[in-house]
Structures are given as structure tokens and as C-alpha cells.
């Protein structure tokens, strides 16, 4: 008997996956439990486990692209039973002669059965073959990148360039990130906020938050929280274009872009409006572990209306991030910089950071997305407003 490897369904929305990495060989004894596969969807690398023990046959290898529910491998659970009776055989045979045919009518039906596992373990393989032709261009990619492109380049150009096959993973966000940029009508606007209430705000309460919670209070959850009250003053921000119907949310799950090893993720903290400032900073926490354990899920990922990034952690003084399709805004974060800036007709220095809001134009109007930004801008340098909604 055998147990069929396919590719489970990782959300509505995704059609197929890479096979990232085997973690194991083919031919290899694998127990219940294992992990044998990892594969790699839109944003998110998901671990795939036996669901029986026995020896594996890989039919589709790493870096190749498969549909959802596609057969990947098959698990031969009977291979180890099968091994015990073959012995017995060996010995028995010799000495008992007229039991050997009911010995081969006993063991009769483990070939049929075997037959029977051979074709099903047959029948994938000549719908791989087919799925193969359907993708002329992606093998004759990959045995270009892995042969002769990736090779010989790096003896003509004796050493001084580097050729490598891009990873499944940034595949995907490149076309992600493309489809973006075609498919909406992107447009940036910008503004500058004080940090001083906040970063006095913070400094005043940071130990007894620690000490009440267990979590340090970010900027973050001011940003996220100040978002929620801007999507709340102006809606057309929290919408979306489907077809030629607009569809309006009435809920505020917040994406947060985290960066990890493989690239950007955006995991969505649901309900925002509804959660204290620590609720925000644990999840938070929770899912920048999971994104480095590489165990973020699709659902982890998906139903956002608006999406925050937050280029200061690596030193960005700006940039015009990119919509997260379909959502029709984007914030982007920068780093704080002491900047001489005029107060009450004196020049101070404060600390300052720049601020790029994304929109799809198609959706929201200028008006519209200077006025969500100028609300986000009050809500920072006037945090107390995130206390009383004013």
C-alpha cells in the first residue's frame, strides 16, 4: 500500500507551488511525522510532513513548479513488510519444495499489489510529463541556469561575475511586485511628522509597560493605531476594485511588512481597532518568530486593507513603497533624524521622520490620501487623540 505525497491547498487565492527543498532523499525510510518537503507558495515557505512511514519516491524535484493537489511523491508503506516474508522465502525454498507454490500463492498477492502500487505511482508520471510540456520555458530555464549559464559565464568572465538561479520565493514577489505596479494606478504622496510626543510618551511608560505586559511599546503600535483612526476619517482608503465594483471594508486588519532571510512577508494583525497597544506589540513579536522559524501560514497573510512598512529599521530617509494588491494604500515608515525645523517661529531641533503614503489613484483621490496621511501626521505628534478618538 502507498500514500500519495500532493500538494496541500494553501488558500483561495494561491493556484500553485514550488518545491523549495527536499529534506530528504529519494529511497529514503521516512516515519509519520517527518518533514520531507518544503515548498513555497506566494510570500510564505510552508514545512510538509509524512502522513505515513515507509520509503519515499520523489517524482517532481526541487525548483520545479506545481499546481495544487499535484502528486509530488509517493510513500511505499508495505517496503519494509515486504522485506521479512522475501527472507523467510529464502530459507523455507530449499528445504520444502512441494510448499512452494502455495508459498508463491501466498506471496502472489503482495506482487499484485505491487503492480497495482506501481501503476498508481505510474499514472502521476505521465501527467507530470504533460505539465512539463505545458512549461517548456521553466525547464529549459532551469537547465540553462544550472548548465551552461551558470557555468561557463564565470570561466569566460574569469571570476569577476557571479551567476545564480533566482529562488522560487523572489520569483514570485518579483512578479507580485510587477503585477502591482501594472495593474493600478500607483501614486505617492509625502509628509513629515514629530517623534518628540511619542518618543517622550514612550521613555515615561516603557518600564511599567515591560513590567505590565512583558513587551517593550514600539513605535509601531502608534503607527497602526493612528492608522485605524485614519481609515476611519476618510473610508475610500479602506476599499477595494473588483471588476468594475468597489467594495468597501468595515474592519481594520492591518498588515505589517516584517523582512526575513528569504524576503518581505506582510502578516496581518486582524482587528486592530479593537486591540490595546500591547495586543499589537505581541502579535507583532509573534509573528517576526514565526516569519525566522520560516512557519508563517497563508492565512497569516491574507484579508489585509492596509499594509505599513517600515524602511527606518534599516536606515531609509525615503521612499514610495508599493501597493500590497488589492489594497489601495500603503504606509511607509523612515528613520528619525535630529532636523532643524521651525516652532512657534523658532528653530529647534527635533526628531523627525518622513513619511510616503502609496495609493491607487483609480480608488482614492488626491484629497483623499493627503488628508488620510495629515490625519496620521496629528495622531503621532498628538497621541493622546489615539486615546479619545478625537
Not at 37 to 59: C, F, W
Not at 363 to 378: N, W
Request: hydrophobic share 35%.
Amino acid at each position: 500500500m502507498s500514500t500519495e505525497v500532493v500538494i496541500p491547498n494553501a488558500g483561495e487565492s494561491v493556484t500553485s507551488a514550488t518545491i523549495g527543498e527536499w529534506h530528504v532523499k529519494d529511497g529514503d525510510e521516512v516515519a509519520s511525522g517527518d518533514v520531507l518537503v518544503t515548498l513555497e507558495t506566494d510570500k510564505v515557505s510552508q514545512d510538509l510532513p509524512a502522513e505515513a512511514s515507509g520509503i519515499i519516491k520523489i517524482l517532481v524535484e526541487e525548483g520545479e513548479d506545481v499546481e495544487i493537489g499535484a502528486l509530488i511523491a509517493t510513500i511505499e508503506e508495505s517496503a519494509s513488510g515486504d522485506t521479512a516474508p522475501k527472507a523467510e522465502v529464502k530459507e523455507e525454498s530449499p528445504s520444502k519444495k512441494e510448499e512452494s507454490p502455495k508459498k508463491e500463492e501466498e506471496k502472489s498477492p503482495a506482487p499484485a499489489a505491487k503492480k497495482s502500487e506501481e501503476k498508481q505511482a505510474a499514472k502521476p508520471a505521465p501527467a507530470e510529463k504533460k505539465e512539463e510540456k505545458t512549461r517548456p520555458d521553466f525547464s529549459a530555464l532551469s537547465s540553462m541556469s544550472q548548465g551552461s549559464s551558470s557555468e561557463a559565464p564565470a570561466v569566460v568572465e574569469e571570476g569577476r561575475t557571479t551567476r545564480k538561479k533566482m529562488s522560487p520565493l523572489r520569483r514570485k514577489i518579483a512578479s507580485h511586485l510587477v503585477n502591482a505596479q501594472q495593474t493600478a494606478a500607483i501614486l505617492t504622496t509625502f509628509n513629515e511628522v514629530d517623534m518628540s510626543s511619542v518618543m517622550g510618551l514612550r521613555k515615561s511608560l516603557q518600564e511599567s509597560f515591560i513590567a505590565k505586559h512583558g513587551v517593550k511599546l514600539g513605535f509601531m503600535s502608534f503607527f497602526v493605531k493612528a492608522v485605524v483612526e485614519a481609515l476611519k476619517a476618510v473610508p475610500g482608503v479602506n476599499g477595494t476594485i473588483d471588476g468594475n465594483e468597489v467594495v468597501q471594508n468595515h474592519f481594520y486588519d492591518i498588515g505589517v511588512a516584517i523582512g526575513t532571510e528569504k524576503g518581505l512577508v506582510v502578516p496581518v494583525l486582524r482587528d486592530c481597532d479593537k486591540k490595546s497597544f500591547a495586543e499589537i506589540e505581541q502579535d507583532i513579536i509573534d509573528y517576526a518568530n514565526k516569519a525566522k522559524a520560516g512557519q508563517l501560514e497563508m492565512s497569516d497573510l491574507q484579508g489585509g486593507v492596509f499594509t505599513i512598512s517600515n524602511g527606518g529599521t534599516y536606515g531609509s530617509l525615503l521612499s514610495t513603497p508599493i501597493l500590497n494588491p488589492p489594497q489601495s494604500g500603503i504606509l511607509g515608515m523612515h528613520t528619525i533624524q535630529q532636523r532643524p525645523v521651525a516652532v512657534d517661529g523658532k528653530v529647534e531641533i527635533r526628531p523627525m521622520m518622513y513619511l510616503a503614503m502609496s495609493y491607487d489613484h483609480r480608488l482614492v483621490d488626491g484629497k483623499e490620501a493627503v488628508t488620510f496621511l495629515i490625519r496620521i501626521k496629528e495622531c503621532i505628534e498628538q497621541p493622546t487623540r489615539l486615546l479619545v478618538g478625537a
